[in-house]
């Protein structure tokens, strides 16, 4: 195999990000919540483990009705995290590591705490009214349109002091921007160069699809059949408050500020769509997102039929030379390892073998490389406003976000013995990074060896890719590049696949490695290999 540079592979946001949600990662002082001087003491960790980049949940200052996602003040940091003087450290430490540091960018909406939007309800006439969404009353005194919000309910909230309703997509305490503002626009302009100039190497952008509205504000059709399940959830088609054709502008726009750095910005899209030609189209030509999410994918069946159908949709729905991104957790669903896995070691080989493989950035969720399933939290002492406000309320996301597991002490590594951690903390005794580093036979181990591999193979790092077709029902095979195959047997029946062949340099079943394989491969049931000729 030729060990290659990163830079021969391409360039460095192809490679594995790393999501760090840092009220979860690592707490430096004891007060239960992450914090960006935690995180810098972990980076060790992730520089062993071999990423390129992590994304940073919000560190700005927020009231936390949304946990960072609603913003209070975009140039700062909330002092529960630290100081602008940590994530210069931050920076500087990961950059000696050879990690760069992606930061969440939230322009949908702000708090409502947010001076602008206080100043904008403050009266009609502030400067500041047009920077949010205000509309009148219908005459009979009901909202002034039938759009619903993310989080459930009218997305308009009655604001008696000036007697007009504010748009807000997901909280009442989540206020929209205006997009068609300019000053609104300029003020991002200067938002995205505060945080590059500070050396922050791209954003995750929240909702990046939601931006821009339908400026006459119409009604939303029904949900049909052929809808999202998410539409068919808040039952209409989010045909006039998203992906408006406008809001690639906006985009192009931020894509001109990133490519004006010596090291160009990254930019990184939440395209919470499930047509993956409408995600595609976020590539622009080239000029605009760099990366975007894979919802189909997150939310796909472990199944082969299912995967196979996301990643030939993303395919052919991306524009060519477009990166896709895999990735199979985040802090709004349930962990893969859970989700998809069940708590089996084999699906978890697997699935982890599936995001490191395909053709594409992998990005892990905190904890998925020791295959940390769901915490255990209470509903009644849910922190997610989602999970309270649902129909049937519930610990909502809290699951995906309990503390990372870094030992099997008390605190779990993740903060000091006898803390008060702001969620539960989960199995730490059954599933930590202390001891499966030292077991060659761990979910980490594996996972560590597939980002090693990767780095080292320029097939497996940037080659085409090409289903091998007739594999038996249940397994997933295809070629990476010049001289690598991956085949995938997601199913409970052992399989035989012909057509692929090589010496088998990883295997789920590690002692598999080394081994040639000639004309058949053999597979038993939920086993993966990679091969190289
Ligand atoms: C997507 C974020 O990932 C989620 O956590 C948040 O609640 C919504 N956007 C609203 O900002």
């Known amino acids: 195999m030729h060990a290659m540079s990163r830079d021969a592979a391409g360039p460095w946001w192809h490679g594995v990000l790393y999501h760090v949600y840092l009220r979860s990662f690592a707490d430096s002082d004891g007060d239960g919540v992450g914090d960006i001087r935690g995180l810098i003491a972990r980076l060790d960790h992730l520089a ?35 100081s602008l003087d940590d994530v210069d450290e931050l920076v500087a430490a990961a950059g000696e590591r050879g990690i760069r540091v992606l930061f969440d960018l939230v322009p949908n909406h ?38 619903v919000s993310s989080f459930f309910g009218s997305a308009w909230k009655l604001d008696d002091a000036t007697g007009q309703y504010y748009l807000h997509s997901f909280l009442e305490a989540q206020a929209d921007l205006n997009w068609w503002n ?92 499930f047509d993956q030609r409408r995600v595609g189209a976020y590539h622009g030509r080239d000029d605009e997102l760099h990366l975007t999410f894979n919802i189909p994918f997150l939310w796909s069946t472990f ?68 295959g940390m399933g769901d915490g255990a939290v209470d ?59 030292g077991d060659p036979g761990s979910v980490l181990s594996w996972c560590w060896h597939l980002i090693a591999l990767r780095r080292a193979s320029t097939d497996m790092s940037g080659g085409a890719m090409r289903f091998v077709d007739g594999t038996p029902g249940g397994v997933l095979a295809w070629r990476r590049g010049e001289r690598t195959s991956v085949a995938l047997n997601l199913s409970d029946e052992a399989a035989v696949i012909d057509g692929v062949g090589g010496a088998v340099r990883a295997g789920t079943r590690r002692e598999r490695e080394g081994e040639r394989v000639e004309g058949t491969l053999a597979l038993d049931p939920w086993e993966g290999v990679v091969l190289y000729e």
């Not at 062993?48 to 009231?63: A, E, F, K, N, R």
């Not at 159908?309 to 893969?336: L, M, Q």
Request: charged share 25%; proline share 9%; aromatic share 10%.
């Open 379 to 437: 509903p009644a002492a849910a922190r997610d406003p989602l999970g309270r406000r649902a129909p049937r309320p519930n610990a909502g996301r809290d699951p995906a976000r309990t503390p990372m597991q870094w030992t099997a002490a008390d605190g779990a590594g993740f903060t000091v013995p006898g803390a008060t951690t702001w969620l539960p903390i989960g199995d730490a005794a059954a599933c930590n990074v202390e001891s499966q580093r």
């Open 48 to 82: 062993w483990l071999g990423v390129d980049g992590i994304w940073v949940s919000p560190v700005m200052p927020s009231p936390n009705d949304d946990w960072g996602y609603d913003v209070a003040d975009y140039c700062a940091v909330a002092p529960e995290y630290g």
């Open 182 to 273: 300019e000053q609104v626009r300029a003020a991002f302009d200067e938002i995205l160069r505060f945080w590059f100039d500070r050396g922050i190497a791209g954003f995750r952008i929240d909702v990046v699809h939601k931006m821009v509205k339908d400026p006459e504000l119409r009604d939303n059709p029904p949900a049909s059949e052929s809808d999202s399940f998410i539409e068919r959830v808040w039952g209409q088609r989010e045909l006039h408050n998203a992906d408006q054709p406008q809001n690639h502008a906006v985009i192009r726009r931020w894509r001109t500020i990133a490519e004006q750095y010596p090291d160009p910005r990254v930019l990184v899209g939440e395209t919470y769509l």
């Open 110 to 147: 702000s708090s409502d705490r947010h001076p602008w939007f206080l100043a904008s309800r403050s009266s009609r006439d502030d400067p500041k009214r047009d920077w949010y969404v205000w509309r009148d009353p219908k005459a009979d005194g009901s909202p002034p349109n039938n759009w």
């Open 303 to 370: 199944e082969a039929g299912a995967i196979r159908d996301v990643v030939d949709a993303t395919t052919a729905g991306y524009p060519p030379d477009a990166w896709p991104v895999w990735n199979g957790g985040s802090h709004d669903i349930s962990r893969f390892p859970t989700r998809w896995c069940g708590g089996d070691g084999r699906k978890i080989r697997l699935a982890l073998m599936l995001l490191l493989t395909l053709r594409g950035t992998a990005l892990l969720y905190y904890g998925d490389e020791i």
